[in-house]
């Protein structure tokens, strides 16, 4: 492992709820388990806005580190994101459980936990191993069956830790899936993107399987189709290959409420011949699926009767709800959005350095500077300079020098939102010297923003340092050797931790415009789809030339809607989500369990390709922060 990396005490859970009695029983575990404490847990409460208190009592361990913190009832991924923005930076890594899991007490998760987060930097995420206990003497129902995929999914959230500058590269959750379903999905492959590893861990967690909501949780469930339309959306029609994910039965969903519209029809014109035939073949498929989900379960009169009428019901709901994705995320951007607010180092990223510069006649814009700061105002999107400008303290400059020279800025740029100077050297241990958060997290303030929606672009580690330190994004914009070439700091970050970089400042506001702000993304490469055109022409083989006629299927059923602007059908068959915690478990009622993937299978996970360019250290560009 790694000796350099941040302590394994550094950690905070976050554990969303629609308020469970499970809640309680999951704090507790965490409490009890030995091993280092976590610095805080968050309980982010999902519930609407005015709800009654949540049923939970601080264990005595954390009676000072528990925080709660209301999301309003936007979705698990919102809830999330609104946990992990409340923690410190001090805590490296963030550990996100679900609301009715468990954590082992023996052998203790948290002692496990330190284990599994003392990684290479180059890791941006942990996995624990989840169990599904499942009844004995009997076969598992088909609810059970759905939970106990959990057991072989993949970068799920149940028990997952990020590395903190992994979320803050990629912009945390996608909040616009706003169920349990393909959210931890999604956010592992876009931190892959970036650059960053996933690995599995050591520690184990108990997720039991809640009571039965009923007969028709199964239909319910397959809203989780119009996700799964959101990722082809977002990640090309390969995502679920990348991702691991199995394959499931949407398309015979497809062609079994194909053939009942056109039985239906049929009679209705009076063909009674082709509405029989039709007919015969949407029972037949009907009768395939009941049958397939009867076989498995344990033979009880009420699961029989409701495998039966769940199995006319789903089919025509998958691809719905389906269609319905389609429509509405045909023009999804990647996540996350657009920022609001871009903050400039000045020297060497704006304007050519001149050390400790003293005369307004000396600002130089670099090239392409002043149009690429005039794009991003065109753009709506606000902008900032936030600079050390130490030769104050040094008795360098005076204020009024730094003051004429921050005006001819402006004179060749336009006005700023905002300015954040630091007149300070090492020695006075301010909070707002770069590589410290301070200067971002005023800059933040002054323009009415989270720091999270916040990009520094920069030319030297100073500038990364601080844009991490504060949970803000960054672009790195190398200083510029005597020969001309890009060179990279040599203490940018640790080795092996993905940077955003570009070769210029327009470039940084293009994939700043692009929404392109991670260490994989390249200028020219559609920011949706780079990724799953790099790396999925490697999962494919048989299972990928299935999954090709089964788009290509996909599209013919959602033509009518692509013709609209819609993006076409989606890869992956849906499954039932779980609650607010329960993510992804799938349901055989869609057909196969909607995992997000099995373990040892599709993507491996690593990620590691295309992280932290340009190649070489280059330390030849290496500068100390004013």
């Not at 963030?94 to 082992?104: G, K, N, R, W």
């Not at 959005?337 to 903050?343: D, G, K, M, Q």
């Amino acid at each position: 492992m790694n000796g350099g990396n941040a302590s394994a005490a550094d950690y905070a859970v976050v554990v969303p709820t629609v308020g469970r009695t499970s809640l309680q029983r999951c704090v507790d575990a965490v409490a009890s388990a030995a091993g280092p404490p976590p610095r805080m847990v968050v309980i982010a409460d999902d519930r609407p806005p005015g709800a009654d208190p949540l049923p939970l009592t601080a264990p005595a361990l954390l009676a000072d580190r528990l925080h709660v913190v209301s999301s309003g009832g936007r979705g698990p991924a919102a809830a999330r994101n609104a946990g992990w923005r409340l923690t410190p930076p001090e805590c490296a890594w963030i550990v996100f459980l679900d609301d009715d899991v468990e954590v082992a007490r023996n052998p203790p998760w948290r002692r496990r936990l330190a284990h599994d987060l003392d990684q290479d930097p180059s890791v941006g995420g942990v996995q624990g191993l989840v169990d599904v206990p499942l009844p004995e003497r009997r076969s598992p129902t088909d609810w059970e069956r759905n939970t106990a995929a959990l057991a072989d999914a993949r970068w799920i959230t149940a028990d997952m830790a990020y590395r903190r500058a992994a979320l803050v590269d990629v912009g945390g959750f996608d909040e616009r899936f706003r169920h349990a379903y393909r959210e931890d999905t999604d956010l592992a492959l876009r931190v892959q993107e970036a650059g960053w590893r996933l690995e599995y861990g050591t520690r184990r967690t108990s997720h039991p399987v809640r009571p039965n909501p009923g007969w028709w949780a199964s239909v319910r469930a397959q809203r989780g189709n119009a996700d799964d339309a959101l990722m082809r959306r977002l990640h090309s029609a390969d995502w679920h290959l990348i991702a691991g994910v199995p394959i499931g039965r949407r398309p015979v969903h497809a062609l079994v409420t194909a053939t009942g519209l056109a039985a239906a029809g049929a009679f209705s014109r009076g063909r009674r011949a082709a509405g029989a035939a039709a007919a015969v073949l949407w029972a037949a498929g009907t009768a395939e699926f009941a049958m397939t989900r009867i076989r498995r379960g344990p033979h009880a009169p009420a699961e029989i009767a409701a495998m039966v009428a769940t199995s006319v019901l789903i089919p025509p709901a998958a691809v719905s709800w389906y269609l319905a994705g389609v429509w509405r995320y045909r023009t999804a951007a990647p996540w996350p959005r657009r920022p609001a607010a871009v903050l400039f180092d000045r020297d060497g990223t704006l304007v050519r350095d001149v050390p400790f510069n003293t005369d307004p006649a000396l600002v130089e814009p670099m090239p392409g500077a002043v149009e690429a700061v005039r794009r991003l105002r065109g753009a709506g999107i606000r902008v900032g300079v936030v600079t050390n400008q130490s030769g104050i303290a040094r008795g360098l400059i005076s204020p009024a020098q730094l003051e004429q020279v921050n005006e001819r800025v402006e004179e060749l740029f336009g006005p700023f939102d905002a300015w954040a100077v630091c007149p300070h050297v090492d020695a006075d241990r301010c909070d707002c010297r770069k590589p410290a958060p301070g200067l971002v997290t005023r800059a933040a303030e002054r323009l009415g923003v989270e720091t999270a929606d916040c990009v520094v672009v920069g030319d030297i580690e100073a500038d990364i340092g601080a844009a991490r330190a504060a949970g803000a994004r960054a672009i790195l914009v190398p200083v510029a050797t005597a020969s001309g070439e890009a060179g990279v700091p040599e203490m940018l970050a640790p080795p092996g931790v993905p940077v955003a970089v570009a070769r210029d400042l327009p470039e940084a506001v293009d994939r700043i415009l692009a929404g392109a702000v991670s260490a994989a993304d390249e200028s020219d490469d559609d920011a949706a789809g780079g990724f799953a055109r790099k790396f999925g022409a490697r999962r494919r083989g048989d299972l990928g030339r299935l999954s090709e006629a089964i788009g290509t299927f996909e599209d013919v059923i959602s033509s009518g809607y692509r013709a609209a602007g819609g993006s076409g059908a989606g890869g992956s068959g849906a499954g039932e989500p779980g609650g607010s915690g329960a993510r992804g478990s799938g349901s055989s009622d869609a057909g196969k369990p909607g995992t997000n993937g099995s373990r040892g299978s599709g993507a491996s996970g690593s990620g590691g390709s295309g992280a932290s360019r340009p190649g070489g250290s280059g330390g030849s560009g290496t500068r100390r922060a004013r």
